[in-house]
């Protein structure tokens, strides 16, 4: 009897015991997700053409040179935030078993074909786990990366900073996953799809799957400015103004967003001091694409703006599939 009790508590007791032994990862960069960071990509798991994110959606893209996208992508505001400086961090212990320093940061379209041969990741660093899992960290901040091949680091260990190296048009963390030369997907700990949703033993610890639910689009960053403003100048970071004069020749609201689809509606509105309607528009949207730029900009009737705090409103609704809204406010004071 007291044979099978035991027996009985070791099978109620391993699965508990099974996951405490499991590898788990932290989130691999120093950001507060959805406010100073968002994922701009999943991994794919759908093989060949054709993209599909862990949770059956399509926030993700066939990447070259296997059409398959293999890390999770967590961008940065700006290139604002990229000279501040964000901390890309080891997400579990290791040892590092590979770093490159010394590429430029710069939109890969800008490069010669072909510059970027075997060196897609940029700047970066990988690191081999006790469990034989390998991180890799990509597009880093030239000069940046702070450790060595061979050295052992802790969870959390800073490696470098968020950069614009290597195949990327925008500033980014490529958080890529591997054991056996297969790719997982951090969400569901497969290889391939299984089920929607997180799997029954994701990668992620607690804490990062807590602040990683699933958004298959974000706007990821918007502001006012004073004149029309371009995209590539909003994406340089200039755009941070608390407060403009009155005799400012426009009052402009911008956006940019993840993840557009085909069928989504953007809508940028500007409110007065009073509450007025101060400029609106809806744009529908019919190409899906992942990343698009949307501004509205008003031009001063009179000699002056009325003074006070200006409001604004970006907003995607995406009415494929199950219907839903996403919104951010800001404000500007005129005076």
């Not at 994701?202 to 371009?230: C, E, H, Q």
């Amino acid at each position: 009897m007291r044979l099978f009790y035991s027996l009985v508590v070791f099978l109620l007791l391993s699965p508990a015991a099974a996951d405490e032994g499991r590898l788990r990862l932290g989130l691999p960069l120093d950001c507060v997700p959805g406010a100073t960071c968002w994922i701009a990509n999943y991994v794919d798991l759908k093989p060949g053409k054709g993209v599909l994110d862990y949770n059956c959606g399509v926030a993700t893209y066939d990447a070259p040179p296997d059409d398959r996208h293999k890390g999770t992508d967590f961008a940065v505001r700006d290139m604002a935030e990229v000279r501040r400086g964000v901390a890309v961090t080891a997400a579990a212990p290791g040892v590092v078993i590979g770093v490159r320093d010394s590429m430029q940061d710069v939109d890969f379209r800008s490069l010669p074909q072909g510059r970027l041969d075997n060196k897609e990741c940029g700047n970066g660093v990988r690191i081999k786990h006790d469990n034989e899992l390998i991180t890799q960290y990509c597009h880093l901040r030239r000069n940046s990366v702070i450790v060595r091949e061979g050295e052992r680091v802790g969870r959390g260990k800073p490696l470098g900073m968020v950069g614009l190296s290597g195949m990327t048009m925008f500033p980014h963390l490529h958080f890529q996953v591997e054991k056996a030369k297969k790719i997982l997907d951090p969400f569901s700990g497969a290889d391939e799809m299984i089920r929607c949703g997180p799997g029954e033993q994701p990668l992620w610890d607690d804490a990062a799957l807590a602040a990683l639910p699933y958004r298959p689009t974000a706007i990821y960053n918007s502001g006012f400015a004073p004149l029309v403003p371009k995209d590539e100048d909003a994406r340089e970071g200039l755009y941070r103004e608390a407060k403009f004069p009155m005799d400012t020749l426009h009052i402009a609201l911008w956006a940019d967003i993840f993840n557009v689809q085909d069928g989504d509606e953007a809508t940028l509105a500007i409110t007065g001091p009073k509450g007025e309607k101060v400029m609106e528009k809806t744009n529908k949207i019919k190409k899906t694409q992942a990343r698009r730029y949307f501004f509205i900009a008003k031009r001063r009737d009179g000699s002056i703006w009325t003074p006070g705090i200006y409001r604004g409103e970006a907003k995607l609704v995406r009415k494929n599939g199950d219907p839903k809204e996403y919104s951010v406010r800001q404000e500007i004071t005129v005076r």
